[in-house]
């Protein structure tokens, strides 16, 4: 079986971090910002569409110089204002110990995914690690999703995709791989329901059970 794997909200709690250089680059811009329960619902979506989001504005230039100012302070502080779940090691390893074969999966630039998971111990786990490019390409989750059943020749019915927001669900069922949602990161239950999951993990002690439960039903 193979098990791709979201990094925010998943793996880690990074609204820390996230949050700090949100507030970063709208400060820098002298921008008003949402307080930090708002700005806990972008944890997961591609950046470029959360300032999209945020700034209520199309114009490319303004995007860009957000994102230039968020990701100046997070490559220097926000990266590591950060946590692994507690239970996501030991969830991990049971997964590799029942066969499965673990592919990071995540919107987040590779170059920061790597650094993530390297600092964090976690790297070990994942047969590769997959995220988008700085410009754009591949933050969408079906595009990305897409691209690593490609580059690893999975079938996409022997393949799980495991996170906490809609857009990992979506992303998983353009691609005809079967979606696992977990409810201790930052989307609901109903926001996962809604987007089309229909299996749900409360811990990650629970993880390995529900895939292998999810993996036989998904090759029938």
């Given at each position: 079986?193979?098990v791709?794997?979201?990094?925010d909200?998943?793996?880690?709690?990074?609204?820390?971090?996230?949050v700090?250089?949100?507030?970063?680059?709208?400060?820098?811009?002298?921008?008003?910002?949402?307080g930090?329960?708002?700005?806990?619902?972008?944890i997961?979506?591609?950046?470029?569409?959360?300032?999209?989001?945020?700034?209520?504005?199309?114009d490319?230039?303004?995007?860009?110089?957000?994102?230039?100012?968020?990701?100046?302070?997070?490559?220097?502080?926000?990266?590591?204002?950060?946590?692994?779940?507690?239970?996501?090691?030991?969830?991990?390893?049971?997964?590799?110990?029942?066969?499965?074969?673990?592919?990071?999966?995540t919107?987040?630039?590779?170059?920061y995914?790597?650094?993530?998971?390297?600092?964090?111990?976690?790297r070990?786990y994942?047969?590769?690690?997959?995220?988008?490019?700085?410009d754009?390409?591949?933050?969408?989750?079906?595009?990305?999703?897409?691209?690593?059943?490609?580059?690893?020749?999975?079938?996409p019915?022997?393949?799980?995709?495991?996170?906490?927001?809609?857009?990992?669900?979506?992303?998983?069922?353009?691609?005809?791989?079967?979606?696992?949602?977990?409810?201790?990161?930052?989307?609901?239950r109903?926001?996962?329901?809604?987007?089309?999951?229909?299996?749900?993990?409360?811990?990650?002690?629970?993880?390995?059970?529900?895939?292998?439960?999810?993996?036989?039903?998904?090759?029938?």
């Amino acid at each position: 079986m193979n098990v791709l794997v979201d990094l925010d909200g998943t793996l880690t709690d990074s609204a820390p971090g996230i949050v700090a250089c949100i507030k970063h680059a709208l400060a820098e811009m002298r921008l008003a910002c949402p307080g930090d329960a708002a700005l806990r619902n972008f944890i997961g979506p591609p950046l470029h569409e959360t300032f999209r989001t945020i700034l209520e504005s199309d114009d490319p230039g303004q995007i860009q110089t957000a994102l230039a100012l968020y990701r100046e302070r997070f490559a220097a502080r926000g990266i590591f204002e950060n946590a692994v779940y507690p239970g996501i090691p030991l969830a991990l390893q049971e997964l590799v110990d029942a066969g499965a074969v673990l592919f990071l999966a995540t919107s987040k630039p590779l170059p920061y995914a790597e650094r993530i998971v390297e600092h964090f111990g976690l790297r070990g786990y994942f047969s590769a690690v997959y995220g988008s490019e700085f410009d754009g390409t591949r933050s969408s989750k079906a595009e990305l999703i897409a691209h690593i059943l490609k580059a690893e020749a999975l079938f996409p019915r022997s393949t799980v995709m495991v996170g906490d927001r809609s857009h990992d669900v979506v992303g998983a069922k353009a691609n005809t791989v079967f979606p696992i949602g977990v409810l201790w990161g930052y989307g609901s239950r109903d926001e996962l329901a809604e987007a089309g999951a229909t299996v749900f993990c409360e811990r990650p002690d629970g993880l390995n059970q529900i895939v292998g439960r999810t993996c036989p039903a998904v090759n029938a």
